[in-house]
């Protein structure tokens, strides 16, 4: 006979709702999440402290060839730049490179790190509107393809280019009506008031730069697929336009990136499983629209794409712990736990899926998941239908591979570690657990704040 005291569980009269989901959804869990990988997840907890990020290889690498699998499946010419500010631990970066795909970088930050991984200059896609001379002359040096964004740009390139007397690669950025709105009109050139013409004319014309590709990216969790085939005819028909008019042949259309991962946007009432199209279906529209825009089979562009969220958001998990439970004011259960909005941004966007990650009953409570940040908007799920969790219980947040480790803060609480699941059955430290020393190492101490006396 077990000794073993029953887990409290405070009474409470709660409607049960039979028929359709209430407003806070159905049960979130039916079984625990104690390993991933074939990884424990108190045994990772335990070796590198919590929270601690970890990201799956087995899953990024096959996310990767399952996008790779659809668009190559479909059309001549296909690749892949990854997004470096979706993820740009080098590690991670790295796998993306092992598995083929170029970079794609929007800094002079990020274009130093594909350099500094090894990464050839030619396969260095530069996008972004704030590119320094200093920049834009490694870019030039390194023959990168320059994907330019505003005119001042176009024209200080063209100065660069008689200057360094070298002839750069570029593209220009596409903004257009896909039927989505908001629409991206900040970045790039217009299609349709003549600001793309405008550009090109004044590129080939100008014979001092050499327009190879022409590129757009039309928003941020895509999901119409049709959206994209509207983008891909309308980058279709300036090629084929530039064709035409000058008989150049342009080398590439690149796509962007944008498509949605299978996270849950904040307001949805489906799940992102549910409501994402998969690779097959932004596949299908994109290269459909390519195919039948009218460009004979020596003169088919090669496709670029540069998504970035939907490789890697499935691939991350955050493991955290309870530290403690109370009740607000209106008798919600809140749970705290030991990491916030500073870590996980993402939990502005997202209601990311929270699982335990130990046994637990089958009664459940709407719970407010809280971080640790003396902030209230340090908010993780506003609601969460969870088994009730006790202090030093540990939770799985799922698909946070993307934008958490580029957008995290150190505020309040140092920065976790990120852990790397192998494909070789071990665990790998791809970034170390933040110290003191870390924070303060770039902090100057003037000579006269050095000594003080408090009585």
């Known amino acids: 006979m077990s000794n073993k005291k029953a887990l409290y569980e405070r009474p409470l009269i709660q409607r049960i709702n039979t028929g359709l989901m209430n407003k806070f959804g159905t049960k979130t869990e039916y079984a625990p999440v104690t390993h991933i990988d074939t990884f424990s997840v108190k045994d990772l907890i335990t070796q590198y402290g919590s929270p601690v990020f970890v990201l799956s290889e087995r899953t990024i690498r096959n996310t990767y060839k399952e996008a790779n699998r659809a668009f190559k ?12 500010k979706t993820n740009y631990i080098n590690a991670i970066c790295n796998i993306f490179h ?48 320059i994907h330019i964004d505003h005119l001042d740009e176009l ?26 709105y908001p629409m991206w ?38 999901l119409s697929p049709s959206a994209y085939a509207t983008a891909a005819y309308k980058l279709s028909d300036l090629a084929l336009g530039i064709k035409q008019k000058f008989n150049k042949h342009i080398q590439y259309i690149d796509m962007g990136g944008g498509f949605a991962s299978k996270n849950t946007l904040k307001g949805s009432f489906l799940p992102g499983e549910d409501t994402s199209p998969s690779f097959d279906q932004f596949a299908e529209a994109i290269c459909t629209a390519l ?15 540069e998504t970035g969220r939907a490789l890697i958001d499935e691939a991350g998990y955050l493991l955290g712990s309870v530290i ?48 640790p940040l003396c902030m209230n908007i340090d908010v993780i799920r506003d609601h969460a239908t969870l088994p009730p969790l006790k202090k030093d219980d540990h939770v799985v947040v799922h698909t946070v591979g993307a934008y958490n480790m580029t957008q995290w803060m150190q505020f309040i609480a140092m920065r976790p570690a990120v852990v790397l699941l192998g494909i070789d059955g071990k665990t790998h430290l791809i970034r170390k657990r933040e110290t003191l020393e870390n924070i303060e190492m ?6 006269f704040l050095k000594d003080f006396k408090i009585s």
């Open 442 to 447: 770039n902090e100057v101490m003037p000579e």
């Open 291 to 305: 195919l039948n825009a009218g460009f004979t089979d020596k003169d088919l562009p090669l496709l670029i794409l």
């Open 98 to 145: 092992q598995e083929g795909s170029w970079a794609e970088v929007v800094s002079g930050f990020e274009y130093a790190k594909a350099l500094k991984n090894g990464v050839p200059g030619n396969r260095i896609i530069f996008n972004g509107p704030d590119k320094t001379d200093e920049d834009l002359r490694s870019a030039i040096s390194n023959n990168s393809p």
């Open 324 to 371: 403690a439970n109370k009740r607000l004011a209106d008798g919600r259960r809140a749970t705290i736990l030991d990491f916030g909005v500073n870590i996980m941004f993402t939990s502005f966007w997202y209601n990311h899926k929270i699982s335990p990650a130990q046994e637990f009953s089958s009664y459940t409570e709407d719970t407010v998941m809280y971080g």
């Open 185 to 222: 009109d900040r970045f790039g050139f217009n299609y349709e008031n003549g600001q793309a013409w405008d550009a090109i004319n004044k590129i080939i014309l100008g014979d001092k730069l050499e327009l190879i590709g022409l590129h757009c990216h039309i928003g941020t969790f895509m």
């Open 73 to 84: 499946t479909r059309y001549l010419k296909v690749q892949f730049a990854w997004s470096y």
């Open 155 to 180: 024209y200080r390139l063209t100065e660069l280019a008689v200057e360094m007397n070298k002839r750069p690669n570029v593209a220009i950025r596409v903004n257009m009506d896909t039927g989505i």
